[in-house]
Structure formats: structure tokens, C-alpha cells
């Protein structure tokens, strides 16, 4: 399953969404013990006439990341989101400087052989 979270349901500006770590108990089907599972809420923004009521209502717009049994899964999985964003970034960062490493070299070996900057 894919779920896509469109730009218009994101915070306005550099506001971060709110997020909160949910729980949900239950009795497993499987062998009939209580159990409880830990998740990550994310709440996106939501249409102007839906309403929260603490304790009774809650119609707002939300993506829950369901994480199993242990609450060090749902750490796990903020790692892991902040991990590929830094890989990103590292990536973004290293094609930039080779490519002005690469811009650097030619200028120099135009220089070097009198020639002017971009070959011509």
C-alpha cells in the first residue's frame, strides 16, 4: 500500500506537523492475550470545519505508522526517517562539490595551457 501526503495537507511555512506517539490495546486473536501496539501519529492540516473534541472526537486528518509491540520500534523508525533524510543531504552536498571540483580542474588546465575558461 502507498499512501501520498500532497503539499496542501503539509503545515503552511516552516511549521513542522504535529506528531505524537499513539497506542492501541487489544486482546490478540491469535492466543487470546492483551496486548499493545505503538505508533507514530503524524496529524496533517485539516478541512476548516472538522473538529476536535479531546476524549470524544477526533475528526482531524492523521497518517498513523503502526510499529508492533515495543516502543523502541517507533524510535527505530524516526532513525531511520532522520537517516535517509541526512543521506539525501549528503548526496545533494557531494554532487555539488564534485562538480565544482570538476569546474575547478578544467579551469585549471584552461589556465595552464593558456586557453580560455570553458575551452573556446
Known amino acids: 500500500m502507498r499512501v501520498n501526503v500532497y503539499t496542501e495537507e503539509l503545515p503552511n511555512g516552516n511549521a513542522l506537523p504535529s506528531v505524537e506517539i499513539v497506542t492501541a490495546d487489544y486482546?490478540?486473536?491469535?492466543?487470546?492475550?492483551p496486548m499493545t501496539n505503538y505508533g507514530l501519529r503524524v496529524y496533517l492540516r485539516?478541512?476548516?470545519?472538522l473538529h476536535y473534541i479531546p476524549g470524544r472526537d477526533d475528526d482531524r486528518s492523521a497518517v498513523t505508522f503502526w510499529c508492533g509491540p515495543s516502543l523502541k520500534n517507533v524510535v527505530g523508525l524516526v532513525d531511520m526517517l532522520k537517516g535517509a533524510v541526512e543521506?539525501?543531504?549528503?548526496n545533494r552536498f557531494r554532487g555539488t562539490v564534485e562538480k565544482a571540483c570538476a569546474e575547478a580542474e578544467a579551469a585549471e588546465t584552461?589556465?595552464?595551457t593558456d586557453k580560455p575558461a570553458g575551452g573556446a
Open 110 to 112: 584552461d589556465r595552464a
Open 27 to 33: 486482546v490478540s486473536s491469535r492466543d487470546n492475550l
Open 46 to 49: 485539516s478541512h476548516p470545519d
Open 87 to 90: 543521506v539525501d543531504n549528503l
